[in-house]
């Protein structure tokens, strides 16, 4: 891709150890040497505000927290995002790569908790005030896999496991089906990536959809 493009929001999303961090890195730097003004963020987190709440989401101190608790919190730290940081960056015309979005609360409130997910979705379009993700890549991987991977990668002194990875793998499993069912409601905007597959090959499958997505702006915008 040699043309830069802008005001474009995407988010990546699956489960633990998926990959989404280390993909969301290799397509920030790409397109930073391609001379494109990148902003990396991530839902819970991003702002001042965020940064608290997700310490607080994150922290095994917290169980056992209410199902509607979890909702909120996760809705007040996207709804900061969205003003603080989402909004203005495209606003200006960046690249805007989100770890985590709505699709998240959907899949681990929603299919993991059972919540409803219409009540997700209203909550979703009053904390994003409607911002939607212009593409959303999903590495789907098994959870086993995934919850081996973050082990793994976890240094001595931050070893335990956070609060939501330290759910039952059948929650897990749960999460992981419903963005697969998520991903089959919007096949434009979700794009589903086999996880365990490599990491160089997955680069790959994420920049072709990310320039799938350009190309089919510039048309859309001529
Ligand atoms: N495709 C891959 N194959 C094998 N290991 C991977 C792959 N992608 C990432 N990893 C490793 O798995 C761990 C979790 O990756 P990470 O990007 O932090 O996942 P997430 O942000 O989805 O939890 C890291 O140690 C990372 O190096
Ligand atoms: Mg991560």
Known sequence: MWYQVSGVFVTFEGG????????????????????????????????????????????????PMSVAAELLLYEASRAQLVREVLAPALARGAIVLCDRFIDSTLA??????????????????????????????????????????????????????????????????????????LARAEPDRIRVIDAGLSMAVIETAVLDEFTRLTRSRSTVHG
Request: charged residues 25%.
């Open 16 to 63: 633990e150890g998926s990959g989404k961090t280390t993909q969301l890195k290799l397509l920030a730097n790409h397109l930073r040497v391609l001379g494109n003004e990148v902003v990396e963020t991530r839902d819970p987190g991003g702002t001042t505000i965020g940064k608290e709440i997700r310490t607080l989401l994150l922290s095994p101190e917290s169980a």
């Open 108 to 181: 681990y409130q929603g299919f993991g908790r059972g919540l409803d997910l219409n009540l997700i979705r209203q909550l979703n379009q009053l904390a994003t005030e409607g911002l939607t993700p212009d593409l959303t890549v999903l590495l789907d991987l098994d959870p086993a896999i995934g919850l081996l991977r973050s082990g793994r990668s976890s240094s001595a002194e931050s070893s335990s496991q956070d609060r939501i990875e330290a759910e039952p793998l059948h929650f897990h499993q749960r999460v992981r089906e419903g963005y697969l069912a």
